[in-house]
């Protein structure tokens, strides 16, 4: 099948694109160096990358993921995240060609205190989960054959993520010879890591499904982001630098961000297909793979 992969240099598209490449004609393209140049808010060259390639798929993964950004450049995160999506919705519509968008844990308000399933309201409480929730309205108004897969807290051995940034600082004090300073991590926000990988190959899977509709997809199991940070460096057997855990109000951001945002598979659960890896596990992999990376 041939499939178009926005978003192709991002954290989620490069694996996207090579998990579709062991089965399919893949197009990746993004605004970043390294594929074919797609900037999904340019409505004009969205329609001519379709006339040109003809996709039979589309794997959505572009976005303005920079969530402080997004509340800053209100304006910017909709151009990219809802009009960018609603370009792609429209070409999937007149093409009858099935999208995959990737969605966010952040459509949520976070007030719920169990997990999140496929039927409950979203309402978003920052730029970020309003923008990326447009973008799902934009492809279940626009294409009967669409994908909604919710994730959250992406980790991989590329890109800008959560764990990455742990391990850098914490090799940063250690060369800096400041070990004893800790890092200081919030404890009140609880979710689900989940490795670009295991949804990489979720994602790819759907290609050619008929079983439209909205997924929750992430690791399974859930933690706050001081036992998310702990557990990096518990594996990556960084012992000099301990993390301390704080409240979210002693780490001001420009954002509101969710207290509690676990996504649980229901539907998956009930198409009895729920078999996904825990997020420690996820990890494990994470550290062997930077480890690998840095010999
Ligand atoms: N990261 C997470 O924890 C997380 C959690 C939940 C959901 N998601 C969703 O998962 C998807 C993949 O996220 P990710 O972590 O792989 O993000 P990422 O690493 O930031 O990748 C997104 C890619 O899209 C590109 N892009 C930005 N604006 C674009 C535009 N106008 N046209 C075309 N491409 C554009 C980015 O380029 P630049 O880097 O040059 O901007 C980047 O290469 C996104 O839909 C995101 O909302 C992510």
């Known amino acids: 099948m041939r499939v178009l992969v926005t978003g192709a240099r991002g954290m989620v598209g490069r694996l996207v694109c ?3 490449s062991r089965q ?3 197009l990746g393209t993004d605004v970043a160096e390294g594929c074919e140049h797609l900037d999904i808010s340019d409505t004009n060259r969205v329609f001519e990358v379709f006339e040109e390639f003809k996709p039979e798929t589309v794997i959505h993964c572009a976005a303005m993921t920079d969530v402080d950004g997004c509340e800053r450049d209100p304006d910017r995160a909709y151009l990219v995240n809802a009009i960018g999506t609603w370009n792609l919705a429209c070409a999937c519509a007149s093409a009858e060609c099935p999208i995959i968008y ?3 844990d952040y459509v949520f308000d976070g007030e719920k205190t169990s997990p999140y399933t496929e039927f409950d309201n979203p309402n978003p409480i920052n730029v970020y989960g309003a923008s990326k929730l447009a973008g799902e309205e934009a492809v279940k108004d626009l294409c009967a054959k669409h994908f909604i897969v919710r994730t959250s807290w992406i980790v991989a051995p590329h890109g800008k993520n959560f764990a990455l940034t742990i391990l850098n ?4 004090r250690i ?3 400041a070990a004893d300073k800790p890092l200081t991590v919030v404890a009140d ?7 670009a990988r295991d949804l990489a190959e979720f994602l790819s899977s759907l290609v050619g499904s008929k079983l439209y509709g909205t997924y929750h997809f992430t690791n399974s199991g859930s933690c706050s982001w001081f036992e998310f940070a702990s557990t990096v460096l518990e594996y990556a057997g960084i012992k000099q630098v301990k993390v301390v855990p704080i409240k979210s109000e002693e780490w001001p951001t420009p954002t509101r961000r969710p207290k509690y945002s676990v996504l649980r598979h229901y539907r998956l659960e009930l198409l009895g297909r729920d078999n996904v890896r825990n997020w420690k596990e996820a990890v494990r992999e994470l550290i062997s793979e930077w480890t ?4």
Request: hydrophobic share 35%; aromatic share 0%.
């Open 18 to 20: 090579s998990a579709l």
């Open 175 to 177: 060369a800096e010879g």
């Open 24 to 26: 399919h004609t893949v």
């Open 189 to 195: 926000q609880i979710g689900s890591p989940t490795h």
């Open 292 to 295: 690998t990376a840095r010999q």
């Open 169 to 172: 600082l914490a090799q940063k």
């Open 102 to 104: 990737v969605s966010t």
